[in-house]
């Protein structure tokens, strides 16, 4: 299955973590982890749980270009399917994420789902933009719960898969994130916080078929 669905798995406990990743691994496209899981867990989690999926490793890298380039490499080296680092540190610091990524995804954040993000990140979209494109990462993260935003990007680079996340318990729609340019959904407390995370997911993949079918014809459907 063509499967668009990231799940972030923002729990403490390794036990959690790999009972939800286990109940729905053939269900999503990979799970998300981010510093709650890997400070709760040990960062011994990414391999263990990319045994039953890909793993992308959302550590928000912002740093100069040779700390992002050891974090790169171990997080490779861990077996992740793909990393977070965020573009306003600048192009030589996005670039060492990817020169160091051998084969990993590297996704950048252009764009964020929280009020705060309207303080200084919205208001150079473009400039983060461009300077990812020119850093040759694989991806943004877009808001999903912003559907004008993840239009202007969109506009700006048909050529990338956009990652969103902000679905549900930030108040995004998938069908409408999806309508509007997201390729990947991702949704962490709706799932991991639901009695049935397995309904969920499907509730959600269906979702994401629906925003699918009503996406204009001029935005391809972009592979991670
Ligand atoms: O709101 P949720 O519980 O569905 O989780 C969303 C996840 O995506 C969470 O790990 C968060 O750190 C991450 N994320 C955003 O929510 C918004 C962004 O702009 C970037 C990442």
Redo the contacts with the bound molecule.
């Keep these: 299955m063509d499967n668009r669905l990231i799940i972030?798995?923002?729990v403490f406990e390794e036990t959690k973590a790999l009972e939800i990743a286990k109940n729905i691994s053939d269900m999503v496209f990979a799970v998300?982890?981010?510093w709650?899981l890997i400070l709760g867990a040990g960062p011994g989690i990414i391999s263990k749980l990319s045994r039953f999926t890909p793993v992308i490793c959302?550590l928000?890298i912002a740093d100069i270009p040779n700390t992002n380039s050891l974090i790169t490499q171990k997080v490779h080296q861990m077996g992740a399917y793909g990393v977070?680092a965020h573009a306003f540190v600048g192009g030589d610091s996005l670039r060492a994420v990817v020169e160091s990524a051998r084969g990993i995804k590297v996704l950048a954040?252009v764009?964020?789902?929280?009020p705060g993000?309207s303080d200084f990140m919205e208001k150079d979209l473009d400039g983060l933009l461009s300077l990812a494109l020119k850093s040759g990462v694989d991806g943004f993260?877009?808001?999903?719960n912003n559907p004008s935003m993840i239009r202007r990007v969109r506009e700006k680079s048909m050529n990338k898969p956009i990652v969103?996340?902000?679905?549900?318990?930030?108040g995004g729609n998938a069908v409408e994130a999806v309508m509007n340019g997201t390729d990947y959904v991702?949704?962490?407390?709706?799932?991991?916080?639901s009695a049935n995370p397995e309904q969920v997911v499907g509730e959600l993949n269906w979702q994401i078929s629906e925003g699918l079918e009503r996406r204009p014809g001029r935005y391809e459907i972009l592979n991670l």
């Design positions: 972030a798995l923002d998300k982890i981010n709650p959302d928000k977070i954040v764009a964020m789902s929280h993000a993260i877009a808001p999903g969103s996340p902000g679905i549900g318990a930030q991702i949704v962490g407390r709706s799932v991991y916080e």
